[in-house]
Antibody
Framework: EVQLVQSGAEMKKPGESLRISCKGS????????ITWVRQMPGKGLEWMGT????????NYSPSFQGHVTFSADRSISTAFLQWSSLEASDTAMYYC????????????WGQGTLVTVSS | SYELTQPPSVSVSPGQTVSITCSGD??????PCWYQQKPGQSPVLVIY???KRPSGIPERFSGSNSGNTATLTISGTQAMDEADYYC?????????FGAGTKVTVL
């Protein structure tokens, strides 16, 4: 069974750093891309960008470029989304989703990680 | 940047048919697909490659593409189909979501 299991909810203060994770199982992790999607409270889905776990090459949305970093560790079939300095506006649900490559649909999604940033 | 336009909301009576449109420049060339998201749940792929359904998606969900518009149709709508529906496409290597359409089953 294909699964993407994300790390648990986080509560952070502005300026703090954070890394959340997305662990894949039931498929060949290295041979599917991982896309990260943001959903702010009561709002729609936003494509943040995509990482190829095979070589960790990444493509970021201009809206998120420079504010977040994607990474992946093939040895533990896990992708990561990282912030070095959180802002209150980063408060959102974050989903990871897998797809064979660019231009393919997101066939499996993680359960989401809620990130709350508040002083 | 590339944009996809969806109506904010549609309503349908149980058992009736509802269609949701998604418009974008040359959308038919950009691999449009559709996701369903119910409150408190992760999105689920319902239509891809114009009119393909992943395993487990009921036959009442169908799709079509024509030039600049992709359409998701739910035939014989059921109460369980009440959800937000998002179209998504790829503009080169960049993913884009529409703003979503809330389907209300009255």
């Amino acid at each position: 069974e294909v699964q993407l299991v994300q790390s648990g909810a986080e509560m952070k203060k502005p300026g703090e750093s954070l890394r959340i994770s997305c662990k894949g199982s039931g498929y060949s992790f290295s041979y599917s891309y991982i896309t990260w999607v943001r959903q702010m409270p009561g709002k729609g889905l936003e494509w943040m960008g995509t990482i190829d776990p095979n070589d960790s090459s990444s493509n970021y949305s201009p809206s998120f470029q420079g504010h977040v970093t994607f990474s992946a560790d093939r040895s533990i079939s896990t992708a990561f989304l990282q912030w070095s300095s959180l802002e209150a506006s980063d408060t959102a649900m974050y989903y990871c989703a897998k797809h064979p490559t660019t231009a393919y649909p997101f066939d499996y999604w993680g359960q989401g990680t809620l990130v709350t940033v508040s002083s | 940047s590339y944009e996809l336009t969806q109506p904010p909301s549609v309503s349908v009576s149980p058992g009736q048919t509802v269609s949701i449109t998604c418009s974008g420049d040359e959308l038919g060339d950009k691999h449009p697909c559709w996701y369903q998201q119910k409150p408190g749940q992760s999105p689920v792929l319902v239509i891809y490659e114009e009119n393909k359904r992943p395993s487990g998606i009921p036959e009442r969900f169908s799709g079509s593409n024509s030039g600049n518009t992709a359409t998701l149709t739910i035939s014989g709508t059921q109460a369980m189909d009440e959800a937000d529906y998002y179209c998504q496409a790829w503009d080169s290597s960049t993913g884009v979501f529409g703003a979503g359409t809330k389907v209300t089953v009255l």
